[in-house]
């Protein structure tokens, strides 16, 4: 060492004594990239998406006209593509709630009675099939739920047959097959998004103080009054959590649909198939502000009622 | 919450059903591989044979999207981890105007549906006419993929804490040695983690991809034709099983190197 203080050896030194003396100079450095490349990739893709969704297509040429209109949105109302919207959020609406039901058992039983091994267990139980192919899964369903696979030969292995026959003849839900009907599509669904609701369920289950289970019991609560006046409110921000999740990919999939269910569409095959063989961008993109829409409007109602405490 | 109370039975048993129908399916792909019927999907399998691994690794058409799969998920990654580490060294050196904006706007790539990103570039590329590449794949996949990254470095980072960094200047490192020397070290682990998440994510990504790809094949695109349109039934299997321990493996690996810390890998999908 030659000084008293540090000499400048090199620009790094140097540029060292610049950071210290401008701190904000170095974070400004390190998210220049990130910042631009998320700024410009992402936002600038979703402003594009916004500016083609107000612009239409000439009926006779097929061509985009750049021009400001609210035609392209209009068109979203006529019957047909209405029904694609309700026939989404309804299907979405109803994924969340069985995934509600399903989950809880499952993050309950992992928040209070897993440990050790089994905590282990429960954790990669439930993140190996969140992360593992996305493809992969809804393949799997086809397999399962196709006319002559497994289902069919548990249902008439244990005499079901008619039962499930019973189901597919049902009006609007049912079909030709599970693979061709609603019930599958929820079904899988409900399989490919079931992680999604039992992590935050579990993370808020595990926040639940131990003593307040012991003064509801003090108090003379039995297990099931605890559960519903305890548990279950304290719950409450993780299940909004999860279902932020569930209700939104559910919105916005269009693969799931298109591998098992009827030929009818969901708002994510419409995106794809307008932006596609219809060529029709402007119409695509309005569709796809829709999620956004119910998915702001969602949110909104969900922070207020405190689930961003649970993320 | 936790008890030693034994656990009710009925819950028990609704809790390991749970986890055995997250399960179950995935174990039929692996049997579906090995069946000797391709034309259906039929219930048990007649019969059980290996030959369709030698049929799906002598089909050509296999090949050129796994090579295109690993080659954009290897940029992905790459881009992702660098991006993803400088903005988490950023939020977690200083508090400022907009950070919560900043997080926000990391996360929100993967916390809105994949149609709408898919449809965000599509739009883009259709307005700056843009022709579709593997340059215009990776742009969407490292735009989802920095969240993962940032996810894990950010959690490192928050552990490391200053006085670390003090000491480091404090013996005479400059920021660069103290850099290479302090952090990269004990970013070391969650930035392989992050890194191999991102890789599985991306090798993975379907919906983002039929956007972005025009007539470009990916492997989960060229599952997807088969599943619109089966051929050989079983070599669909066999891509399936690839396609799963290629996602599997990095995950279970990202697992063990960042378990025991205060966040561990894969939380946040």
């Given at each position: 060492?030659?000084?008293?203080?540090?000499?400048?050896?090199?620009?790094?030194?140097?540029l060292?004594?610049?950071?210290?003396?401008?701190?904000?100079?170095?974070?400004?450095?390190?998210?220049?990239?990130?910042?631009?490349?998320?700024?410009?990739?992402?936002?600038?893709?979703?402003?594009?998406?916004?500016v083609?969704?107000?612009?239409?297509?000439?009926?006779?040429?097929?061509?985009?006209?750049?021009?400001?209109?609210?035609?392209?949105?209009?068109e979203l109302l006529?019957?047909?593509?209405?029904?694609?919207?309700?026939r989404?959020?309804?299907?979405?609406?109803?994924v969340?709630?069985?995934?509600?039901?399903?989950?809880?058992?499952?993050?309950?039983?992992?928040?209070?009675?897993?440990?050790?091994r089994w905590?282990?267990?429960?954790y990669?139980?439930?993140?190996?099939?969140?992360?593992?192919?996305?493809?992969v899964?809804?393949?799997?369903?086809?397999?399962i739920?196709?006319?002559?696979?497994?289902?069919?030969?548990?249902?008439?292995?244990?005499?079901?047959?008619?039962?499930?026959n019973?189901?597919?003849?049902?009006?609007?839900?049912?079909?030709?097959?599970l693979?061709?009907?609603?019930?599958g599509?929820?079904?899988?669904?409900?399989?490919?998004?079931?992680?999604?609701?039992i992590?935050?369920?579990?993370?808020?289950?595990?926040r639940?103080?131990?003593?307040?289970?012991?003064?509801?019991?003090?108090?003379?609560?039995?297990?099931?009054?605890?559960?519903r006046?305890?548990?279950?409110p304290?719950?409450?921000?993780?299940?909004?959590?999860?279902s932020?999740?569930?209700?939104?990919l559910?919105?916005?999939?269009?693969?799931?649909?298109?591998?098992?269910?009827?030929?009818r569409?969901?708002?994510?095959?419409?995106?794809y198939s307008?932006?596609?063989?219809?060529?029709?961008?402007?119409?695509?993109?309005?569709?796809?502000?829709?999620?956004?829409?119910?998915m702001?409007v969602?949110?909104?109602?969900?922070?207020?009622?405190?689930?961003?405490?649970?993320? | 919450?936790?008890?030693?109370?034994?656990?009710?039975?009925?819950?028990?048993?609704?809790?390991?059903?749970?986890?055995?129908?997250?399960?179950?399916?995935?174990?039929?792909?692996?049997?579906?591989?090995?069946?000797?019927e391709?034309?259906?999907?039929?219930?048990?399998?007649?019969?059980?044979?290996?030959?369709?691994?030698?049929?799906?690794?002598?089909?050509?058409?296999i090949?050129?999207?796994?090579?295109?799969?690993?080659?954009?998920?290897?940029?992905?990654?790459?881009?992702?981890?660098?991006?993803?580490?400088?903005?988490?060294?950023?939020?977690?050196?200083?508090?400022?105007?907009?950070?919560?904006?900043?997080?926000?706007?990391v996360?929100?790539?993967?916390?809105?549906?994949?149609?709408?990103?898919?449809?965000?570039?599509?739009?883009?590329?259709?307005?700056?006419?843009?022709?579709?590449?593997?340059?215009?794949?990776?742009?969407?996949?490292?735009?989802?993929?920095?969240?993962i990254?940032?996810?894990?470095?950010?959690?490192?980072?928050?552990?490391?804490g200053a006085?670390?960094?003090?000491?480091s200047a404090?013996?005479?490192?400059?920021?660069?040695q103290?850099?290479?020397?302090?952090?990269?070290?004990?970013?070391?682990s969650?930035?392989?983690?992050?890194?191999?998440?991102?890789?599985?994510?991306?090798?993975?990504?379907?919906?983002?991809?039929?956007?972005?790809?025009?007539?470009?094949?990916?492997?989960p695109?060229?599952?997807?034709?088969?599943?619109?349109r089966?051929?050989?039934?079983?070599?669909?299997?066999?891509?399936?099983i690839?396609?799963?321990?290629?996602?599997?493996?990095?995950?279970?690996?990202?697992?063990?190197?960042?378990?025991?810390?205060?966040?561990?890998?894969?939380g946040?999908?």
């Amino acid at each position: 060492m030659s000084g008293a203080a540090h000499p400048a050896r090199g620009p790094g030194d140097r540029l060292t004594g610049l950071f210290w003396r401008r701190p904000k100079l170095l974070t400004a450095l390190l998210l220049l990239p990130p910042l631009l490349w998320l700024g410009v990739v992402y936002i600038g893709s979703l402003v594009a998406l916004l500016v083609q969704s107000f612009y239409s297509i000439d009926q006779f040429s097929g061509l985009v006209v750049p021009d400001f209109t609210l035609k392209t949105y209009a068109e979203l109302l006529i019957p047909s593509n209405f029904d694609i919207i309700v026939r989404t959020v309804a299907m979405a609406a109803a994924v969340t709630l069985a995934s509600v039901v399903l989950a809880f058992p499952v993050a309950y039983f992992a928040a209070r009675y897993a440990k050790g091994r089994w905590k282990a267990v429960f954790y990669l139980g439930i993140m190996l099939p969140l992360w593992s192919s996305y493809l992969v899964k809804v393949y799997a369903w086809k397999l399962i739920l196709a006319k002559e696979g497994i289902v069919t030969w548990a249902a008439e292995g244990i005499g079901a047959g008619n039962l499930l026959n019973a189901v597919l003849a049902l009006p609007v839900i049912g079909g030709n097959s599970l693979s061709t009907s609603y019930i599958g599509t929820f079904l899988v669904f409900l399989y490919v998004w079931l992680p999604y609701m039992i992590l935050p369920m579990q993370a808020s289950l595990e926040r639940v103080p131990t003593s307040m289970l012991e003064a509801s019991a003090d108090l003379g609560a039995g297990n099931w009054r605890t559960l519903r006046s305890v548990i279950l409110p304290l719950a409450l921000p993780g299940v909004i959590a999860g279902s932020i999740f569930t209700f939104s990919l559910t919105l916005g999939d269009y693969i799931i649909p298109q591998i098992v269910g009827s030929s009818r569409f969901f708002i994510g095959q419409a995106v794809y198939s307008l932006q596609g063989t219809a060529g029709n961008i402007p119409l695509a993109a309005a569709f796809a502000v829709v999620p956004i829409a119910i998915m702001l409007v969602y949110l909104t109602i969900a922070r207020k009622m405190g689930a961003f405490d649970a993320l | 919450m936790h008890s030693d109370a034994r656990p009710p039975l009925a819950l028990t048993l609704a809790a390991i059903g749970g986890l055995l129908f997250l399960h179950m399916p995935i174990v039929l792909i692996f049997l579906y591989a090995f069946t000797t019927e391709d034309r259906s999907y039929q219930f048990p399998p007649p019969g059980l044979t290996t030959e369709w691994f030698a049929v799906a690794w002598n089909r050509a058409d296999i090949w050129p999207p796994l090579y295109l799969s690993l080659r954009v998920a290897a940029l992905s990654s790459g881009l992702a981890l660098v991006l993803g580490t400088l903005c988490a060294a950023a939020m977690a050196r200083a508090r400022f105007f907009g950070r919560d904006t900043i997080s926000l706007l990391v996360v929100l790539p993967i916390a809105l549906p994949g149609i709408i990103t898919g449809m965000s570039l599509r739009s883009a590329f259709a307005i700056g006419d843009i022709p579709f590449s593997t340059f215009t794949i990776v742009l969407g996949h490292a735009t989802f993929c920095i969240v993962i990254v940032y996810n894990n470095a950010v959690a490192r980072f928050r552990r490391l804490g200053a006085s670390m960094l003090e000491a480091s200047a404090d013996l005479g490192a400059n920021s660069f040695q103290t850099f290479r020397h302090v952090i990269l070290p004990n970013l070391g682990s969650a930035l392989l983690a992050g890194g191999m998440l991102a890789f599985a994510l991306s090798f993975d990504e379907v919906i983002v991809t039929t956007f972005t790809a025009g007539q470009q094949s990916t492997l989960p695109i060229w599952m997807l034709n088969e599943l619109v349109r089966p051929r050989q039934r079983p070599v669909t299997n066999v891509v399936a099983i690839v396609v799963f321990v290629a996602t599997f493996l990095p995950i279970l690996a990202a697992y063990y190197l960042t378990r025991g810390a205060e966040e561990t890998a894969g939380g946040g999908k």
